[in-house]
């Protein structure tokens, strides 16, 4: 059983950055894949970003490519999301989750950011 909570969402200018944490409680965080998602109003769930257990392998969404960089750090049981030059449409809830790549099985309340133009 993993239970995730996420911070560090809030209000932000467009060009501005944020950085996500989403803290792991739960001994199997260090050996499963971490990915972040986002749900914007009105649209449904999209891929943001994913890293596997050692950290060696990461993806993200090729729109988001060179702005977003996911990390992790398993001693503190903690992933991390930087977001970088923010646009008004990354506005939505970024959402942390653990398992598989092919499969989360465990995913996070949710944490809102909002870019104002």
């Known amino acids: 059983q993993v239970h995730l909570v996420e911070s560090g969402g809030g209000l932000v200018q467009a060009g501005g950055s944020l950085r996500l944490s989403c803290s792991a409680s739960?001994?199997?965080?260090?050996?499963?894949?971490m990915g972040w998602f986002r749900q914007a109003p009105g649209k449904e769930r999209e891929f943001v970003a994913a890293?596997?257990?050692?950290?060696?392998?990461?993806f993200y969404a090729d729109s988001l490519k060179g702005r977003f960089t996911i990390t992790r750090d398993n001693a503190r049981n903690t992933g991390f999301l930087q977001m970088n030059s923010l646009k008004p449409e990354d506005t939505a809830v970024y959402y942390c989750?653990?398992?598989?790549?092919?499969?989360?099985?465990?995913w996070g309340q949710g944490t809102q950011v909002t870019v104002s133009s």
């Open positions: 739960g001994r199997s965080f260090s050996r499963s894949a």
């Open positions: 989750a653990v398992g598989s790549f092919d499969k989360y099985e465990y």
């Open positions: 890293i596997n257990w050692r950290g060696a392998r990461t």
